[in-house]
Nanobody
Framework: QVQLVESGGGLVQSGESLRLSCATS????????IAWFRQAPGKEREGVSC????????NYEDSVKGRFTTFRDSVKKVVYLQMDSLKPEDTATYYC??????????????????WGQGTQVIVSS
């Protein structure tokens, strides 16, 4: 049974950092691309970052480049989203998602098969 469980969300002030974790089980992480998405109230879900299964390909949405870093620990089967210099506009529920794909890394939510339940991030000004 495929499972993705996010954790690490919370309430922080502008400029602070958070690290989100996506714990995976039920599939071989090294065969899957993992992406982070977020959805703020009243807005569409948007891609934040993704990391391909092979060859280290990583993509970031423009607004988080230079502030967010995603990386994976294949031994622990966890994918992380390190979020630095947080801004109020980063406030959203953050989701991780998995797609069986060795090489590509997409930021389209419709491309992903498995989803976690989300973790809430609130950044106060």
């Amino acid at each position: 049974q495929v499972q993705l469980v996010e954790s690490g969300g919370g309430l922080v002030q502008s400029g602070e950092s958070l690290r989100l974790s996506c714990a995976t089980s039920g599939f071989t992480l090294d065969n899957y691309a993992i992406a982070w998405f977020r959805q703020a109230p009243g807005k569409e879900r948007e891609g934040v970052s993704c990391i391909a299964a092979r060859y280290g390909r990583i993509n970031y949405e423009d607004s988080v480049k230079g502030r967010f870093t995603t990386f994976r620990d294949s031994v622990k089967k966890v994918v992380y989203l390190q979020m630095d210099s947080l801004k109020p506009e980063d406030t959203a529920t953050y989701y991780c998602a998995a797609r069986a794909d060795f090489y590509s890394c997409l930021l389209r939510p419709q491309s992903y098969t498995y989803w976690g339940q989300g973790t809430q991030v609130i950044v106060s000004s």
